[in-house]
């Protein structure tokens, strides 16, 4: 199942639809469903003109609109795009940075920088002994949360 936003932002820059005739526009009245679109456009706009960013990136170039930007976080190094881990490897989409990882998806970019959120149990044992230099089943090798720990071989 795709999420409100995601859908809403791919019908509009995938399907070219304008806002009031995305799944948003159920969810916003007029005025809302265009400030929060014309947000959502500035948003695009600089993820696909300027690349995407880190927090921590955009921290270092521009603290106030780094600040002007946070939604829930306490700070803007903590508003990073936070993922889970389920019990093999595979990222599971949490709440934070949900707009800009749907943009991420849409404009086709391979890597995005993501905080961690949570791990199920059985990945973090897998992570436990990658640590301590324990055989880990090989699929496993070249994993993204897998690289603070294997570094050193």
């Known amino acids: 199942m795709q999420r409100t936003f995601a859908k809403a932002i791919e019908q509009r820059f995938v399907e070219?639809?304008?806002?009031?005739?995305t799944?948003?526009?159920?969810?916003?009245?007029?005025?809302?469903?265009?400030?929060?679109?014309?947000?959502?456009?500035?948003?695009?706009r600089h993820i696909r003109d300027d690349g995407y960013k880190s927090q921590r990136q955009l921290v270092e170039e521009n603290p106030e609109t780094a600040w002007d930007g946070l939604n829930d976080a306490m700070h803007p190094l903590a508003n990073e795009i936070a993922v889970d881990i389920g019990r093999d490897g595979e990222f599971l989409w949490n709440?934070?940075?949900?707009?800009?990882?749907?943009?991420?998806?849409?404009?086709?970019i391979d890597r995005i920088p993501v905080q961690v959120f949570r791990r199920h149990?059985?990945?973090?044992?897998?992570?436990?002994?990658?640590?301590?230099?324990?055989?880990?089943?090989?699929?496993?090798?070249?994993?993204?949360?897998?690289?603070?720990?294997?570094?050193?071989?």
């Open 23 to 44: 799944v948003l526009a159920d969810r916003y009245d007029k005025a809302t469903l265009e400030d929060r679109g014309k947000e959502i456009d500035r948003l695009y």
């Open 95 to 108: 709440m934070c940075g949900q707009h800009r990882l749907a943009i991420a998806k849409v404009l086709e």
């Open 121 to 153: 149990a059985e990945w973090q044992a897998i992570r436990d002994r990658a640590r301590r230099g324990e055989e880990i089943p090989k699929e496993f090798c070249d994993h993204p949360d897998l690289v603070d720990v294997l570094e050193d071989e």
């Open 16 to 21: 070219g639809l304008e806002w009031g005739e």
